[in-house]
């Protein structure tokens, strides 16, 4: 079964045709970059407007570079329908919802954080149940997955996400856009001892798991401030690999707490903030635990892994329906994701 994937939940515009699930045809990712990088972080306007040009731009490209036609080939649809910006998510579901009507095939709307956790699986046969980390711009997320459809949130971000941090850290010292990409290029030249930020303590009944930046990040903005101040010897390099041990070190501990509690030694991992490369390092060295990492290129946003979690859906039997709407937020998904 071959379907055709649409990604436009942010600022990728992105369109992919993957063949049952697992081996992907084409997958052509527009990044809008070069046009946020002036705001250093996404326009949502900018960002809507751009996926209006795109798109079918983006979709002729996937199709002809799979060499594949829509009407002949292509056997059903799958669109992210949230959480993303509202403008953007609307774009590519109204788009794939006209596209699917008019050539009669059948599609599905797919949730963007799940396609994150699906996009390792497109690579490797991965065995259930595991401890899925979901770490983006957005969310930050550590589930027991049984399933798919069987997901629980065991920890979260209380207050910004792990990708949030890092972007927002990297636009205070202007590292450089996207901020992640940019900060943890730096730390790869820094010392993460030069700085030392004390962890939150979030050990308490249910936040056990969860985890929270807003002190991290405001502490590695301030520390530079202080330094510079005071003329000591400092720079970029080690606020940045400074920052990020602690950011990656905070997730990592509450994920082998996790991993220890249930005795779920199988670890998957998915979304932007999943490409850091301290984080890939510190969980793939771990030897007591089996872990699955995206390949660079599926660990931001594209339309492979809306593709293959929507042909995993539609194997089981889930169609969407013309009313469908896109929702910027997942409601209630603190603990019950989704
Ligand atoms: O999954 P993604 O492409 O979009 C969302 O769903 O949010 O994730 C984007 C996030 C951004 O915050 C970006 O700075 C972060 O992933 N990111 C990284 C790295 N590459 C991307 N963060 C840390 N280290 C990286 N290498
Ligand atoms: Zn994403």
């Known amino acids: 079964m071959k379907v055709l994937g649409f990604e436009t939940s942010c600022d990728e515009c992105s369109v992919a045709v993957v063949e049952d699930g697992k081996e992907i045809l084409s997958n052509i990712v527009a990044t809008q970059i ?10 949502p306007e900018i960002a809507s407007r751009l996926h209006v040009e795109w798109i079918d731009e ?33 774009v590519g579901l109204s788009y794939a919802k006209g596209l699917a009507w008019s050539a009669g095939k059948p599609w599905v709307g797919v949730d963007h954080m799940m396609a994150h956790l699906y996009a390792p699986h497109l690579e490797y046969d991965i065995d259930y149940p595991y401890l899925g980390l979901i770490v983006s711009g957005g969310h930050t997320i550590i589930c027991k997955v049984e399933s798919m459809e069987d997901v629980t949130v065991l920890g979260t971000t209380i207050d910004d996400a792990c990708g949030e941090a890092f972007d927002k850290v990297a636009k205070f010292y202007n590292m450089g856009y996207p901020g992640g990409v940019y900060l943890d290029k730096l730390a790869e030249k820094g ?48 606020i940045a690999a400074s920052f990020r041990k602690a950011a990656i070190d905070m997730l990592v501990k509450k994920l082998k707490l996790a991993a220890a509690d249930t005795g779920i030694r199988r670890v998957v991992a998915g979304g932007g903030v999943s490409a850091n490369r301290y984080l890939r390092k510190s969980i793939g060295d771990d030897e007591s635990l089996e872990s699955y990492f995206p390949s660079m290129q599926l660990c931001t946003d594209n339309g492979a892994m809306i593709a293959a979690l929507g042909y995993h859906r539609l194997m ?12 910027a937020r997942v409601s209630g998904f603190r603990r019950s994701y989704p």
């Open 34 to 43: 070069e046009h946020h990088a002036p705001w250093n972080g996404v326009v």
């Open 58 to 90: 983006v979709t002729s490209a996937a199709l002809s570079e799979a060499g594949v036609s829509l009407a002949d080939d292509i056997d059903a649809v799958a669109v992210t329908s949230r959480p993303g910006l509202i403008g953007s998510l609307l």
């Open 191 to 238: 010392d993460p001892a030069a700085f030392s930020f004390t962890e939150p303590r979030l050990h308490k009944g249910n936040h056990r798991y969860d985890v929270s930046y807003s002190g991290l990040k405001t502490a590695a903005v301030n520390q530079l401030d202080q330094f510079r101040r005071e003329g000591a010897e400092s720079s970029l390099e080690n």
């Open 316 to 327: 089981m039997g889930e169609r969407s329906h013309l009313d469908l709407n896109a929702s």
